[in-house]
């Protein structure tokens, strides 16, 4: 993988350069081109060759001698040039503003010469032809300058093939050292990458601090951040796997009890030597554990729904006062509870939530129920309607510290209920009847103490 990234990275570097290596030649031709056609470009419209041959329109015949009209006096003053004119024996015929030391005589050899290489004043000479007459001006410190070389276009074409393959082969070894170093350089961080993500797949959460990380470096510390979120999922996950099998483990006892019980007393119906009396206690037993069976079904039902969020909630503005002060006249009413010592303190009678009450009361109920059932005989349960929401308080056996975080966990039981039937899911059946609502709840015990339940949601105006 590494090797396959490093060459798709390399080859995408010399790809690019080639690109740009024809792109430029074909950009240098097209310049050239585009020059041959224009010729003489503004920037050398004010050429001594182009003066030179315009100079024309200036001179005419006087007497059968040339002379140069006062425009054209003048053109040679603005351009800084002076003009001599030349018969065909290389007598000068006329000048115009020329120093008085120039030659009146020249020879083919001096006219080729100065026109190639200048004089030994360094003036620049440039030739014109009018009628039968030959003419020069002359340009003193010219910014032009003149250059004779010869040329063979076979050569020059096959010297510049030579030297664009040499530049573009010459581009491409160094584009391939280059692009080698920095490949190398910028895929290892890559190929760490790939492997720390299929460690993650493996589920091998452990956080690696890489060398050299260079750009890539926020990308390793948020896949060390997933790592470390997702060994915290897979930790809670086992619990909450190790918490679902022991429960199902106590659940699937909890089920064989009853079913026992049931076929038990069932077989007992059969016989022709029961009393009337024996009949109705082994039919009131089958009646309580199928009761039972149908309560553990429900709070599977429930909580499955409450997890999915698929449970419609049917809000109605409540007073909490009298909404839980019923509850707890209810529950006083009980048989089971009428002898336990339970508190009901008001100390706020305008606290008004929209609930479901039917939910709500299974919700504060299971927090009961757990204070009475999950304590000795005389613990004493207070009750208490706040504005800030409902307290209940016991002064039972207390929860220990380590099992507080777990408490509303599904399937989870704690160690003070190894004798009490139960689902194990009431309390967090409770806890998702208050988020349902909008709201919390916050539990504090002390070993020994007693616990503390408070639930709290927001207020409606009635």
């Known amino acids: 993988m590494k090797w396959k990234i490093t060459l798709r990275y390399l080859l995408s570097i010399l790809s690019i350069v080639f690109i740009v290596c024809i792109a430029n030649t074909i950009i240098l031709f097209g310049i050239l081109y585009h020059q041959s056609l224009q010729g003489a470009t503004a920037f050398d419209s004010n050429s001594g060759e182009d003066f030179t041959r315009a100079f024309q329109k200036y001179l005419g015949m006087n007497d ?7 425009d054209g006096e003048e053109a040679l003053s603005q351009f800084g040039a002076w003009l001599q004119i030349l018969d065909q024996n290389g007598d000068v015929v006329a000048s115009y503003q020329a120093p008085e030391d120039l030659p009146n ?84 961080p890559i190929n760490r990458l790939i492997n720390r993500i299929h460690a993650l797949k493996e589920r091998i959460f ?90 553990l079904l429900d709070d599977f039902n429930l909580t499955m729904r409450l997890r999915n969020q698929e449970l419609p909630l049917n809000l109605q503005p409540t007073n909490m006062e009298h909404f839980v002060r019923e509850l707890v006249i209810d529950l006083l009413n009980d048989p089971q509870f009428s002898s336990k010592h339970i508190q009901y303190d008001n100390t706020e009678s305008a606290v008004n939530w929209e609930i479901d009450q039917h939910l709500m009361k299974r919700a504060l109920l299971n927090f009961i129920y757990n204070a009475l059932l999950h304590n000795e005989e005389d613990v004493e349960i207070d009750i208490q309607v706040t504005e800030e929401g409902i307290i209940i308080k016991d002064n039972g056996k207390g929860i220990a510290a380590e099992e507080q975080e777990q408490i509303f966990e599904r399937y989870y039981r704690g160690t003070n209920t190894a004798n009490i039937h139960g689902t194990g899911l009431g309390m967090a059946i409770s806890r998702d009847i208050i988020q349902a609502h909008g709201g919390t709840v916050q539990l504090t015990s002390v070993k020994g103490k007693g616990t503390t339940i408070k639930v709290m949601l927001s207020v409606s105006d009635l």
Do not use: C
Request: net charge negative; aromatic share 12%.
């Open 206 to 295: 452990e956080k690696e601090k890489p060398k050299r990380p260079g750009i890539y470096k926020h990308v390793f510390d948020n896949i060390n951040e997933v790592a470390e979120k997702l060994q915290a999922y897979e930790q809670e996950r086992q619990k909450l796997e190790k918490m679902r099998n022991e429960w199902i483990s106590n659940v699937s006892h909890d089920i064989k009890t009853p079913l026992s019980s049931i076929r038990g007393y069932a077989e007992l119906l059969r016989s022709d030597d029961l009393s009337e009396a024996e009949r109705l206690e082994y039919a009131e037993v089958i009646e309580r554990q199928s009761l039972y069976m149908r309560e």
């Open 105 to 188: 005589h020249y020879t083919p050899i001096e006219l080729v010469h100065r026109y190639k290489y200048m004089d030994d004043d360094l003036n620049t000479y440039f030739i014109g032809e009018y009628e039968e007459y030959s003419y020069l001006i002359v340009v003193p410190d010219s910014s032009e300058q003149r250059t004779v070389f010869m040329v063979n276009g076979e050569q020059i074409f096959t010297s510049i093939t030579q030297f664009l393959g040499t530049i573009i082969i010459v581009d491409l070894l160094i584009a391939t050292l280059v692009g080698f170093l920095f490949s190398t350089i910028l895929t290892k």
């Open 64 to 70: 059968g001698e040339p002379v140069v009209s006062k």
